[in-house]
């Protein structure tokens, strides 16, 4: 099956800074889907992407996917303490899932 | 709430024994994917069942099976467990049968925390 890297495992951030979370594939992703986990929670589905370039806004985060659809990255600008949590990112076929980043928030 | 149900929520139990974790997706949902997470790891897909019969297939360990009912709800069956099952085990429900090319969205249950002693 397919392999989705994401980097950096940990970050820490003052709260009001960007946070940005990069997944990599080593194959073609058909798509990609986030997902946020929050301390003590499950997973939650944040968006899919399935065009090459594709970038879609929510809010104060923003996921590029990218043209080679190799990668993807989420990015959270201003990042506030509701933001703190897991961000995976999921191959195309929904079932593989990145082993996380982990945003941690200093105020 | 994401409308996927799963019980029990904690569950401890010694190595060797047999345990039964429980999912019932949201309604309306023909497929239930089963994870693992463990400490520092990321979700660990299982297996996949599509209105009863078995989609996908990840790493699930012989000692683990796993069935789908005809009222869609979901067992995960672990048994000769051992210390390194301790996991915490979500169930997750789509629509659809899932695939590269289709939308699937995946609404995750609030996981059963496993504990072998």
């Known amino acids: 099956g397919q392999q989705v890297m994401q980097i950096p495992q940990y970050q820490h951030v003052q709260e009001g800074e960007d946070f940005t979370t990069y997944c990599n594939s080593s194959?073609?992703?058909?798509?990609i889907q986030w997902y946020k986990q929050r301390p003590g929670g499950h997973p939650v589905f944040l968006i899919q992407l399935v065009k090459s370039g594709e970038v879609k806004k929510q809010k104060r985060l923003t996921f590029q996917f990218g043209e080679a659809k190799k990668n993807s990255s989420l990015h959270i600008t201003a990042t506030q303490t509701t933001d703190v949590g897991t961000y995976f990112c999921?191959?195309?076929?929904?079932?593989?899932f990145g082993k996380g980043t982990h945003l941690i928030i200093q105020p | 709430d994401s409308g996927v149900t799963q019980t029990p929520k904690h569950l401890i139990t010694a190595t060797g024994q047999r345990v039964t974790l429980r999912c019932s997706p949201r309604?309306?949902?023909?497929?239930v994917y089963w994870y693992q997470q463990s400490l520092d790891q990321g979700l660990q897909f299982l297996i996949q069942?599509?209105?009863?019969?078995?989609?996908a297939k990840g790493n699930i360990l012989e000692r683990f099976s796993a069935q789908q009912f005809p009222d869609l709800h979901s067992e995960l069956n672990l048994s000769s467990l051992e210390l390194g099952d301790s996991a915490l085990y979500f169930c997750a429900s789509s629509v659809g049968s899932g695939g590269p090319l289709s939308y699937n969205e995946q609404f995750f249950g609030p996981g059963t925390r496993l504990t072998v002693l």
């Open positions: 309604s309306g949902d023909l497929s």
């Open positions: 999921a191959s195309a076929d929904g079932l593989t």
């Open positions: 069942y599509y209105n009863g019969e078995e989609r």
């Open positions: 194959t073609t992703l058909s798509n």
